[in-house]
């Protein structure tokens, strides 16, 4: 029976001590519960802080981007611009230099005509004039008088 006693009475420390150590235990615990609230809460509101600070560099990158394009959209318009009067300016010095050789093939004709006349008063040179015919100067020409070109057109 003393056996039955001594676990009895042991019994009966252990739950007075826990439900003394219950308010302590619990308070602990209460105590625990609050900082994890707390820490909680602190890591929430650095999330937040951050998530915010992300949101204002995309919205300024939004931005930089935005004037990125509209710079990048003026070049490409001044850029067009410069292409249609520099292939405006092209089309017009084609249409000169067309003229020009047209021009120059015509006077080269005046020449060979200029010099196969003389050659035909001078039988002695009429073999150069028919091989200088390219010859739109005339170089190997006996054609001594200058010629008035603009009297050709």
């Keep these: 029976m003393s056996s039955g006693t001594s676990f009895g009475s042991s019994q009966g420390t252990r739950s007075s001590r826990s439900e003394e150590d219950s308010p302590d235990l619990r308070a602990q615990m209460e105590k625990r519960r609050k900082r994890r609230k707390e820490a909680n809460r602190e890591s929430a509101r650095r999330s937040r802080v951050r998530k915010q600070q992300h949101l204002d560099d995309l919205s300024s990158q939004v931005d930089q981007l935005k004037n990125q394009k509209q710079q990048l959209s003026m070049a490409l318009s001044m850029t067009t611009q410069n292409l249609v009067a520099v292939a405006a300016q092209n089309s017009v010095m084609h ?49 001594s008088q200058p010629i008035d070109l603009y009297q050709c057109f």
Excluded: H
């Excluded at 093939?105 to 002695?124: F, H, K, Q, R």
């Design 95 to 143: 249409t000169q230099k067309v003229e020009i050789e047209t021009r120059l093939c015509a006077l080269g004709e005046i020449i060979y005509c200029m010099n196969s006349i003389t050659n035909a008063t001078n039988p002695v040179s009429m073999g150069t004039a028919a091989s200088s015919a390219c010859d739109i100067f005339g170089t190997s020409s006996t054609w």
